[in-house]
């Protein structure tokens, strides 16, 4: 039996996630117009800059960021490599504290300062219970990260037309899933006067039926759940040891795979 893991969830061959760091309060411009096009994505904040100037209060953080994912960016914004080991100890873990009391769930990811990252760096990140990080270096093509600590995005949003238009037109011809992973800062937007770029996309990518929206910590788990699938040797059987539901291909078939169950993948399936 041929077995392909290359589905989202639903069978989708496409998802998009966006992710925006700082947490300044043009986040609140390009949440609402994110949310009328049903694009979700991740919001990297730095606890520590929240309530003083240009960034966003404490007290809204949850409700602004409702349906998204809020997550790490260091209490400070340091250069990371740069500061002694223990001090960026504190900068993530004292992060999570502070984002983990406004939200109200486990924040696990983050996206580095400045871009910034060492080996010593990426080491340290199991320690302080971080699953993921995101890079800067866009690697303008839509495959999945071979490493979640050092997750590079598609692009950023100064080219995220071009790359959506390319993403919608091949996507039958993709290999594997395809993800289209676009970063930015929402000042830019108001820097360069260029909010209608934003609205541009998501008339082009946004309210897609073949598309997942999806946050960054929900890509994560999706791909762990879905390579945590246990087969038979003959690849007839599968058994989800994950609480999630996944999708594969058998044999030309999408299949829909429970959480906690095992499947007979020659039996008729939805």
């Keep these: ?71 790490a960016h260091s209490v400070t914004h340091p250069f990371l490599p740069f500061i002694p080991k223990e001090q960026a100890v504190q900068e993530l873990l004292n992060d999570r504290l502070a984002l983990e009391e406004l939200t109200g769930y486990p924040v696990r990811g983050m996206s580095y300062p400045f871009g910034s990252w060492d080996a010593s760096v990426v080491s340290m990140l199991d320690s302080v219970g971080i699953e993921y990080a995101r890079t800067v270096d866009s690697h303008g093509t839509f495959r999945m990260p071979e490493n979640f600590q050092l997750w590079s995005p598609t692009c950023h949003h ?15 011809v993709f290999p594997t899933m395809a993800l289209l992973y676009v970063w930015g800062h929402s000042f ?3 820097r360069e006067n260029n909010w209608e770029l934003l609205e541009q996309f998501g008339e082009l990518a946004g309210n897609r039926e073949d598309v997942w929206y999806a946050t960054n910590m929900e890509i994560v788990q999706y791909s762990k759940a879905l390579k945590a699938l246990r087969f038979s040797a003959s690849g007839e059987l599968v058994h989800n040891p994950s609480a999630l539901n996944v999708w594969i291909n058998a044999d030309g078939r999408v299949r829909e795979i429970p959480g906690g169950s095992t499947v007979d993948l020659r039996e008729a399936g939805k």
């Design 1 to 71: 039996m041929r077995i392909t893991l290359d589905r989202f969830p639903d069978g989708k061959r496409m998802a998009l996630t966006m992710s925006y760091d700082d947490g300044l309060y043009h986040d609140r411009r390009l949440v609402e117009i994110m949310n009328r096009y049903g694009i979700r994505g991740t919001f990297h904040l730095n606890s520590g800059k929240l309530g003083t100037q240009d960034y966003l209060e404490k007290g809204e953080i949850a409700s602004l960021y409702e349906g998204h994912e809020i997550s």
């Design 158 to 172: 100064h080219d995220m037309i071009g790359h959506a238009e390319r993403w919608l037109h091949d996507n039958r």
């Design 188 to 190: 830019e937007f108001e």
